[in-house]
């Protein structure tokens, strides 16, 4: 059962205990069910009047955290209609509703990429952690970033080499045709990220592995180059 927190200061509401479910008090048996590998489904039932363009999904898959806005429905739909299913992956939830939309606030309590499906007046959605999506998990690291500038010579800083190496990484990974690999990247701007968040990204995602992007600095000499190369289990 979801308890929903309207506007998240607002008291607590059970949008799965409605006294009137309006025709969706039962699950129809044509929709996806548990999976084999233990995911479950969240149920979002929708407005008769309300199709797959009027909802906005917004994921930021790294931090766990996804916005669902659905136009054209009313206020009170959300209590006469509750949502269904479970997720273990779920921490919290909370409804808000503002300009003709109904916003849906989901906070996991993990790296997950968002599965989603339409059918029968309902949005199924389903969260599964990245390593049991896909067969190859990459995470690319940019080293230092924000107030931690790195190694600086010739005019250039180490945080901004190494975001524009992954930069060029993250281009060539989301040309690959091949749907078995996926890369997730601890930074794409010039902001500080400490070690700990830089761990939890690579163990969230299970990625099989990671690559830390740094630039050195030789104190002997100002014509040193070249690549090198760290490894660790």
Request: proline share 3%; hydrophobic share 35%.
């Amino acid at each position: 059962l979801f308890f929903i927190n309207r506007d998240v200061q607002a008291e607590t509401l059970a949008l799965t205990d409605a006294d009137t479910p309006d025709g969706y008090s039962e699950l129809d048996s044509g929709l996806p069910v548990q999976g084999e590998d233990g995911t479950d489904y969240l149920y979002i039932p929708l407005d008769r009047n309300v199709s797959e363009e009027d909802i906005t999904v917004s994921a930021n898959v790294l931090a766990g955290d996804i916005n669902i806005s659905v136009q054209g429905t009313t206020e009170s739909f959300y209590y006469k209609n509750p949502l269904k299913g479970s997720s273990s992956g779920i921490s919290d939830l909370s409804y808000g509703f503002s300009d003709g939309s109904a916003n849906i606030h989901i906070v996991l309590d993990g790296i997950y990429e968002t599965e989603t499906i339409f059918k029968d007046g309902f949005m199924c959605l389903k969260f599964v952690r990245p390593d049991m999506e896909f067969k190859h998990v990459f995470v690319i690291d940019a080293g230092h970033g924000g107030k931690e500038s790195g190694t600086a010579a010739y005019g250039y800083t180490e945080k901004d080499v190494t975001l524009a190496v992954s930069e060029q990484l993250q281009k060539l990974f989301d040309g690959c045709s091949d749907k078995n690999i996926k890369a997730y990247f601890t930074r794409t701007d010039d902001k500080y990220i400490d070690d700990a968040e830089r761990l939890r990204i690579i163990n969230g995602t299970g990625a099989e592995m990671a690559v830390s992007l740094h630039t050195g600095a030789d104190p002997d000499t100002r014509v040193t180059n070249g690549i090198s190369v760290v490894c660790s289990n």
